[in-house]
């Protein structure tokens, strides 16, 4: 059996992680939740894949600062068509690329920060081993 994978981050813009997300890079919200245990919450991702992420928020427990610029999340959309798509969609939303700080990732994809410094990376090519 292979597990769900969930990245969960803390999170101060809600607003932010949604225009950026499901906005920008076409997740859905797979859930929220309000007060759980003094967390609020949104879980996004795409509903076949094996992975989401969740974004938490805690009115005593501020979000950390972002890691750095080197801590990505990589996706890798192989197809051309599909690529270009997933660019000009968040680049649609008005999020400008940044340049990654290893060069390796602008060669074949571009690079965003989310809202909070987060970085995600396009990636143009097939992930093999």
Do not use: K
């Not at 990245?7 to 076409?26: C, K, Q």
């Not at 859930?31 to 879980?43: E, K, Q, R």
């Not at 992420?53 to 005593?60: G, I, N, S, V």
């Amino acid at each position: 059996m292979i597990p769900v994978l969930r990245v969960a981050r803390a999170s101060a813009d809600f607003d932010g992680v949604l225009r950026f997300y499901r906005d920008g890079l076409g997740f859905d919200v797979l859930a929220d939740f309000t007060d759980h245990a003094g967390f609020d919450g949104l879980i996004l991702g795409h509903p076949a894949a094996p992975w989401h992420l969740e974004f938490t928020r805690h009115a005593d427990h501020p979000a950390p600062p972002p890691p750095g610029p080197e801590s990505l999340l990589v996706l890798y959309l192989p197809d051309p068509r599909a690529w270009q798509a997933a660019v000009d969609r968040i680049e649609g939303t008005g999020i400008a690329p940044v340049a990654a700080l290893n060069p390796y990732w602008d060669r074949c994809g571009r690079t965003y920060a989310d809202p909070e410094g987060r970085r995600v990376v396009l990636q143009r090519a097939d992930w093999t081993t």
